[in-house]
């Protein structure tokens, strides 16, 4: 079991690594965290994505991001904030003042680790355990530790790229790449999109009503002038190819 928890482990570092894009991490790598964590739910999120101005969440999922990402209410949040190392429940609260931060039954074990870029936080990953489960141990805290380097790592490289592709377009005189033409939610949305996911399979992911996708969608047609997913897609992989 030992051995077969480690090839997992190492197929979680191979997926992250292969990632395109953040959309790509999340769809990939989210269900093997689920799965070698055995957590009831695990989530990736950056919280520039997350917290953009352009993003309307509805108003209980607001108030729960709130609340998880803040340092004051949130003492997971506030040790991962501070000594960007990972964390569970019973590592800085007890199971009483745990249950008045998160009186969740499907939060009951929380486990979080950083992602960490040039310094800064910029996003978490996350894990839940419900009640009738066993308790996060130190050797998951290890094992979340390794995940969160290997994606910190990621999402270095992928920003550096990113950077570097924009100024590449500024030089070249493209100033309206996709990037420019779409919000970053649009742009989340296109992406699961062309993956081939289905309107509520887009908006389970990034935890948004399925109307609010077929919305965006519009937008995406009309500000890339195409007619069909099909179209967008294209464009979207077109401008993926290298020059």
């Known amino acids: 079991m030992e051995i077969q928890s480690e090839s997992q482990l190492q197929g979680i570092f191979q997926i992250i690594g292969q990632a395109a894009n953040e959309n790509e991490l999340r769809s990939q790598v989210t269900h093997k965290i689920r799965k070698y964590f055995t957590t009831t739910r695990s989530g990736i999120f950056f919280f520039d994505s997350l917290l953009s101005a352009n993003i309307k969440l509805p108003s209980a999922l607001k108030k729960a991001a709130e609340t998880a990402l803040s340092t004051e209410r949130n003492p997971i949040a506030r040790y991962i904030a501070e000594r960007h190392a990972p964390a569970h429940e019973s590592l800085v609260s007890s199971p009483k003042a745990w249950q008045l931060v998160c009186p969740r039954p499907d939060h009951w074990h929380v486990m979080a680790g950083p992602i960490v870029t040039k310094g800064q936080l910029i996003g978490v990953l996350g894990c839940t355990r419900e009640k009738s489960q066993s308790a996060f141990t130190h050797q998951d805290l290890a094992d979340m530790s390794a995940v969160c380097m290997h994606s910190s790592t990621w999402a270095t490289t992928m920003r550096i790229q990113q950077s570097s592709d924009s100024l590449e377009n500024s030089l070249n005189g493209n100033t309206t790449p996709l990037a420019a033409r779409l919000t970053a939610r649009e742009r989340q949305i296109a992406d699961l999109v062309a993956l081939g996911k ?46």
């Open 198 to 243: 289905k309107n509520a399979e887009v908006g389970a992911e990034l935890w948004i009503t399925e109307n609010s996708v077929k919305q965006a969608l519009k937008k995406i047609f009309r500000k890339l002038e195409v007619s069909s997913r099909t179209e967008m897609a294209v464009q979207l992989s077109a401008e993926k190819q290298p020059r």
